[in-house]
């Protein structure tokens, strides 16, 4: 099925923080210029954007999971979308396929989706196209981490996190062995980026706040009981940020009680352990019953099928513009674009202030190629303001080449992410989470029913044989 053709469209590919932000400044500026005549559509396989920066507290407690969720639809009024898997992409006759569920029951299409219903499908035309696909997690080749260890991608994987942590201190509060008991209270964190360190420093306060409930524990350990550690393969922390931040962070989170090991690799992950290597081949064996993987992306493997230029990862190579080289009207942004710093000869990293910012950029560009009497406008990405969490009430920020640290940062930060977060509603309930937080401990309730079947079959099947 095709749909009828209109004059010009702008079809957008992935409801994250590169497709929404391009959707929502779209609709601001033709908003502003009443001469463009321009169909916004976007595509997301989710109704709801993910403000993924707020995902460990989300895993802490500290967040409801519903705040950090937006509905699509009611954040972009002017943008018509669709729930729908994007099946293939065909730049040369400017078609996207898709693939929809559909309810009826017919027993003679042989295409299922994942519940077994019937899948039927959809191609839509575009004038100009915006690839925001996002990311999968990297693991290494030949390796079966997927099945043993936790990502924090989206909300899924923050709840399923936050009610193995539970079940996790529960255990342990009962368990007498105490080599049982010090595997179940270790959690490791293989990756040492802003992703893994703001997570290692909110499981470390939310621990600090939680102890007092389990008296077993607390009685046991003279220490805090649970153990959280930070896995880097490289010789710092933080490489998003500068060195000097990076240290400070380090310092500050030894403090706090967080282990670092760096110059380290992961190597292998099974049911209760982690072995790692150093680089002069050291290997040691960590026990632990919670990996929590934040280190590594792949690109969706649908851009590795788009005929364009790429990297050898399957990325889209994008000039200064956002246009995807080899490309006609295609963009790209967020982890679905490749594109160079030239000041420091890297790629910029995959984060959502790099996508947020892209995704404007990209909006502004369509505009103006579509008016045809503007230039377009090169991305440009300042790193005068840095920042990350780094434990309780506290975080670290570089602004305007000035090193900050302490309570005002820490402050500012959810001033900027507050304000960044779409919808006043969900902005309003955020902060009246962080005061309730202020003056209540954590939710401990542990949903017996939240697990995910692949990290938990092993002990289920030995439950059922007991």
């Given at each position: 099925?095709?749909?009828?053709?209109?004059?010009?469209?702008?079809?957008?590919?992935?409801?994250?923080?590169?497709?929404?932000?391009?959707?929502?400044?779209?609709?601001?500026?033709?908003?502003?210029?009443?001469?463009?005549?321009?169909?916004?559509?976007?595509?997301?396989?989710?109704?709801?954007?993910?403000?993924?920066?707020?995902?460990?507290?989300?895993?802490?407690?500290?967040?409801?999971?519903?705040?950090?969720?937006?509905?699509?639809?009611?954040?972009?009024?002017?943008?018509?979308?669709?729930?729908?898997?994007?099946?293939?992409?065909?730049?040369?006759?400017?078609?996207?396929?898709?693939?929809?569920?559909?309810?009826?029951?017919?027993?003679?299409?042989?295409?299922?989706?994942?519940?077994?219903?019937?899948?039927?499908?959809?191609?839509?035309?575009?004038?100009?196209?915006?690839?925001?696909?996002?990311?999968?997690?990297?693991?290494?080749?030949?390796?079966?981490?997927?099945?043993?260890?936790?990502?924090?991608?989206?909300?899924k994987d923050a709840l399923l996190l936050r009610n193995h942590i539970i079940d996790m201190l529960e255990r342990a509060d009962i368990e007498s062995d105490l080599d049982k008991r010090r595997q179940m209270l270790n959690?490791?964190?293989?990756?040492?980026?802003?992703?893994?360190?703001?997570?290692?420093?909110?499981?470390?306060?939310?621990?600090?706040?939680?102890?007092?409930?389990?008296?077993?524990?607390?009685?046991?350990?003279?220490?805090?009981?649970?153990?959280?550690?930070?896995?880097?393969?490289?010789?710092?922390?933080?490489?998003?940020?500068?060195?000097?931040?990076?240290?400070?962070?380090?310092?500050?989170?030894?403090?706090?009680?967080?282990?670092?090991?760096?110059?380290?690799?992961?190597?292998?992950?099974?049911?209760?352990?982690?072995?790692?290597?150093?680089?002069?081949?050291?290997?040691?064996?960590?026990?632990?019953?919670?990996?929590?993987?934040?280190?590594?992306?792949?690109?969706?493997?649908?851009?590795?099928s788009i005929a364009c230029e790429k990297m050898t990862s399957g990325r889209p190579v994008v000039d200064s513009f956002l246009h995807v080289k080899g490309c006609e009207n295609v963009w790209a942004v967020g982890d679905?674009?490749?594109?160079?710093?030239?000041?420091?000869?890297?790629?910029?990293?995959?984060?959502?202030?790099?996508?947020?910012?892209?995704?404007?950029?990209?909006?502004?560009?369509?505009?103006?190629?579509?008016?045809?009497?503007?230039?377009?406008?090169?991305?440009?990405?300042?790193?005068?303001?840095?920042?990350?969490?780094?434990?309780?009430?506290?975080?670290?920020?570089?602004?305007?080449?000035?090193?900050?640290?302490?309570?005002?940062?820490?402050?500012?930060?959810?001033?900027?992410?507050?304000?960044?977060?779409?919808?006043?509603?969900?902005?309003?309930?955020?902060?009246?989470?962080?005061?309730?937080?202020?003056?209540?401990?954590?939710?401990?309730?542990?949903?017996?029913g939240l697990k995910e079947d692949r990290k938990f079959e092993n002990h289920t099947k030995h439950i059922e044989s007991r």
């Amino acid at each position: 099925m095709t749909l009828e053709k209109s004059s010009k469209k702008i079809l957008i590919l992935g409801g994250g923080f590169g497709g929404m932000y391009c959707a929502k400044k779209l609709e601001c500026l033709m908003a502003k210029r009443k001469n463009i005549d321009a169909e916004i559509i976007l595509v997301s396989r989710q109704n709801f954007f993910v403000f993924t920066p707020m995902l460990p507290q989300v895993v802490s407690g500290m967040i409801e999971s519903n705040h950090v969720v937006v509905p699509l639809r009611q954040v972009l009024k002017n943008t018509k979308f669709y729930e729908a898997e994007v099946a293939s992409i065909d730049v040369k006759k400017r078609k996207v396929n898709l693939w929809v569920e559909n309810n009826n029951n017919n027993h003679n299409d042989d295409s299922h989706g994942e519940n077994g219903s019937p899948l039927s499908d959809l191609t839509l035309d575009y004038d100009h196209l915006v690839i925001s696909l996002g990311s999968d997690t990297n693991f290494p080749k030949s390796s079966d981490f997927a099945h043993v260890v936790f990502t924090l991608k989206n909300l899924k994987d923050a709840l399923l996190l936050r009610n193995h942590i539970i079940d996790m201190l529960e255990r342990a509060d009962i368990e007498s062995d105490l080599d049982k008991r010090r595997q179940m209270l270790n959690f490791v964190i293989v990756g040492g980026g802003l992703s893994g360190v703001e997570t290692a420093a909110e499981l470390n306060a939310f621990f600090h706040k939680v102890v007092k409930y389990y008296p077993n524990l607390k009685a046991k350990f003279s220490e805090l009981p649970s153990h959280v550690t930070i896995i880097q393969s490289r010789d710092r922390i933080l490489p998003e940020l500068n060195s000097k931040l990076a240290t400070d962070t380090l310092q500050k989170m030894n403090q706090d009680g967080i282990s670092i090991i760096l110059n380290t690799k992961v190597i292998d992950v099974g049911k209760g352990f982690v072995r790692t290597v150093t680089k002069e081949g050291e290997q040691s064996t960590i026990p632990a019953n919670t990996v929590i993987w934040t280190v590594g992306i792949s690109p969706n493997p649908l851009t590795a099928s788009i005929a364009c230029e790429k990297m050898t990862s399957g990325r889209p190579v994008v000039d200064s513009f956002l246009h995807v080289k080899g490309c006609e009207n295609v963009w790209a942004v967020g982890d679905s674009a490749y594109i160079m710093d030239e000041i420091s000869g890297e790629p910029f990293p995959a984060t959502a202030q790099h996508a947020l910012r892209e995704a404007e950029v990209a909006a502004e560009n369509i505009v103006n190629s579509l008016e045809k009497n503007n230039g377009l406008r090169k991305f440009k990405y300042g790193r005068d303001a840095q920042m990350a969490l780094i434990g309780s009430k506290s975080a670290i920020a570089n602004i305007a080449g000035i090193n900050l640290s302490g309570f005002l940062i820490w402050c500012i930060w959810r001033v900027v992410y507050l304000k960044k977060l779409p919808m006043f509603k969900k902005r309003l309930r955020v902060a009246l989470d962080w005061i309730i937080d202020i003056f209540f401990d954590p939710d401990l309730t542990h949903l017996r029913g939240l697990k995910e079947d692949r990290k938990f079959e092993n002990h289920t099947k030995h439950i059922e044989s007991r």
